[in-house]
């Protein structure tokens, strides 16, 4: 075998970055690092948001999950709880997340497929049986349909004697990358801006410790981009979003701190800890330089990471177990608050429980028995490392030069730029797959013609669906339908008037108007988008 077989003339990261033979201090300015390498919890926060990081508090063990009926996933949760998660994430089916109930037409064929099944506040208090709310901080990967399924989630808190203002987690609340990404959007990108100022505004005066948007770049990640498209599409999106609601009138001092960020963490482990570094740093700036923060809590960027699912192979999933581990360990090395670790068998289905634990454990592993969280930012100072943190950085800003030379993110969605600028960055990654530039371990080289069959595949059964749609027929056939009526017509009038529709939201799910209904409300007044997009 040829040993220089993979050894490349020239190396670079994911994102084309050049990369020395090694790094000297010559490598890392230390005039331009002086301001940028203050101390953990300090401006620019490059070495982490917090002056004590994991030796205070470790971070948040998620393990995202949902599939099939509410009860099922409740049961899923609990055994979580019960092997150690610290918070829980839920994950919906496509039609929840559409704004469909299960018994829409267009939901045949995905109820619980792909998460659970959630229409009416019933779904939800099945979704949250025995489930502390008042000590479980929750995760809802939801963007079109956030404001609705947080609505339930008040809703049910309250029936049981809680405060909404003791709530903790975050709703998803990310439409633009929706529309660049991954395609769950209902309404057009001004609206939805819209619903997403009132979650702010209703959030920071009703429910204040929920994080009232998770500004995501793992979904333009999967999607096919670098490291440095995926910091830099995300700072953007982020700076729409704040500027729109300062536009509102909201005090960015107040909704800011409440503002959080979902990473995706990849194979390139020192880029993806370069890219944790850079992102707090060059958030930090923006927030003191460009909107005037004088908060240091409205300044920091707070993130949930997940390791990248679009990684994980169906070839040799145990493979998986690896690749999982090193990108959590990035994760934490990066200075995560919250990470979720996916599970080996994600290639090939849902998880199954003994995966997720593995998954679950592979966290447990990293805090518990390596050290790496027993000193704060433990690599600060790595020639490598600060160069890389500065390169990535660098290459972060010209993109978001270019996005704002375009006339902002809006217009560059709806020119389709951005979504060309991952499109082709996913069309070269592929090509380096076939010419064997890059390899994967088991898929493009050092391949196996072993079959899978020892490894558990989760299926969901179609009863799941016939089950759901009976329960929901029972559920609209005892309500008051005078009153559903009533609230869906003053949902679409607090839309027609721009009013802030939160606390109709809570009203009417309260009343036992459905996440469909409400929905539908919302589409008579602001339609549906359609992309068209030419490049």
Request: proline share 3%; aromatic share 8%; net charge neutral.
């Amino acid at each position: 075998m040829d040993k220089k077989k993979y050894r490349k003339e020239n190396f670079t990261t994911s994102s084309h970055i050049p990369l020395k033979d090694f790094y000297t201090q010559e490598d890392w300015d230390s005039q331009n690092q002086q301001g940028n390498l203050s101390s953990p919890g300090e401006y620019p926060y490059t070495r982490g948001v917090q002056k004590t990081m994991y030796k205070g508090r470790l971070w948040t063990m998620r393990q995202y999950a949902g599939f099939g009926s509410a009860a099922e996933s409740n049961h899923r949760y609990k055994l979580l709880l019960e092997k150690g998660t610290t918070g829980l994430s839920v994950a919906f089916d496509l039609p929840t997340q559409m704004g469909y109930d299960s018994d829409h037409l267009m939901s045949t064929g995905e109820v619980g497929k792909v998460g659970v099944a959630i229409s009416s506040i019933e779904d939800m208090e099945v979704l949250l049986n025995e489930i502390p709310l008042d000590k479980v901080s929750t995760s809802m990967t939801i963007n079109s349909t956030a404001g609705i399924l947080l609505s339930f989630y008040i809703a049910v808190a309250e029936k049981r004697g809680i405060d909404k203002k003791v709530l903790r987690g975050t709703i998803q609340n990310d439409l633009l990358k929706e529309y660049i990404a991954r395609g769950t959007y209902i309404y057009p990108p001004k609206p939805s801006m819209q619903i997403i100022t009132n979650i702010f505004e209703y959030c920071t005066n009703e429910v204040p410790l929920w994080n009232t948007i998770s500004i995501s770049g793992y979904h333009i990640r999967e999607a096919g981009s670098t490291a440095v498209q995926e910091l830099a599409f995300t700072l953007s999106n982020a700076i729409t979003y704040v500027q729109s609601a300062v536009d509102q009138g909201l005090d960015v001092n107040k909704f800011a701190r409440r503002l959080s960020f979902f990473f995706n963490v990849h194979n390139n482990f020192f880029e993806e800890i370069a890219k944790f570094r850079a992102a707090r740093r060059m958030w930090a700036k923006i927030m003191k330089e460009r909107f005037n923060v004088t908060d240091p809590k409205a300044m920091t960027l707070r993130f949930h990471s997940q390791t990248a699912g679009v990684t994980l192979t169906a070839q040799q999933p145990e493979n998986n177990i690896a690749r999982v581990s090193l990108q959590a360990m990035a994760s934490v090395l990066g200075g995560t608050q919250s990470l979720h670790t996916n599970s080996m068998d994600e290639a090939l289905g849902l998880p199954t429980e003994k995966a997720a634990t593995i998954a679950l454990r592979t966290q447990q592993i990293i805090a518990h028995e390596t050290g790496v969280a027993d000193t704060i930012d433990p690599l600060a100072g790595s020639y490598f490392v600060e160069n890389l943190t500065d390169n990535v950085e660098k290459l972060a800003w010209d993109y978001i030069e270019r996005i704002e030379g375009l006339g902002g993110v809006i217009p560059c969605i709806e020119k389709g730029w951005i979504q060309n600028e991952i499109q082709n960055s996913a069309y070269q990654q592929q090509l380096n797959l076939e010419s064997k530039e890059d390899i994967i371990v088991g898929v493009n080289d050092f391949i196996q013609n072993e079959k899978n069959s020892d490894v558990d595949v989760l299926k969901i059964s179609e009863d799941v669906a016939t089950e759901q749609i009976k329960r929901l027929t029972a559920f609209k056939n005892k309500r008051n339908s005078q009153l559903v009526s009533k609230y869906c017509e003053q949902i679409s009038q607090a839309a027609t008037n721009k009013e802030n529709l939160m606390p109709l939201f809570v009203e009417a799910v309260k009343n036992n108007v459905t996440l469909g209904e409400i929905s539908d409300s919302l589409r008579r007044v602001f339609g549906q988008y359609r992309e068209s997009v030419k490049f």
